[in-house]
């Protein structure tokens, strides 16, 4: 009877462990994630697309998108749903009110509660 309560707990103990090296982040893979702006002209909106590639196992949603400042704003379609091996796109833009080295930042939001930040920076010039 040791024996097998032994046995039971080893088992017990041994897939626990192994739940718990499957990570959670793998879920997509991300193009333009830090997208290099170079130099934009004061007061010209500039654009560009960050391409979510669903990597997982399971369908996804793109849920929503939030610029970190008023200067930017994200264009996608939400609740959008997309399988193993599909991409969305996000399409961000920035109105160009920036004279300097600049960097911005937008939030993308997925069912099951993944978040990922992307970025652009520049260069403002007059």
Avoid: W
Wanted: aromatic share 10%.
């Amino acid at each position: 009877m040791k024996i097998f309560i032994m046995i039971a707990a080893f088992f017990s103990v041994v897939s626990g462990c192994k739940a718990q090296q499957q990570p959670n982040d793998a879920k997509v893979s991300i193009q333009n994630e830090h997208y290099q702006m170079g130099k934009t002209t004061y007061g010209v909106p500039v654009e560009y697309e960050v391409v979510i590639t669903n990597i997982s196992h399971e369908t996804l949603r793109l849920e929503g998108a939030k610029a970190g400042c008023g200067c930017t704003t994200p264009d996608f379609t939400a609740n959008q749903e997309f399988k193993p091996g599909e991409s969305v796109k996000v399409k961000i833009r920035f109105n160009g009110s920036v004279t300097g080295k600049y960097t911005r930042y937008t939030d993308i939001t997925l069912s099951g509660g993944i978040v990922k930040q992307v970025s652009f920076s520049g260069e403002g010039i007059q």
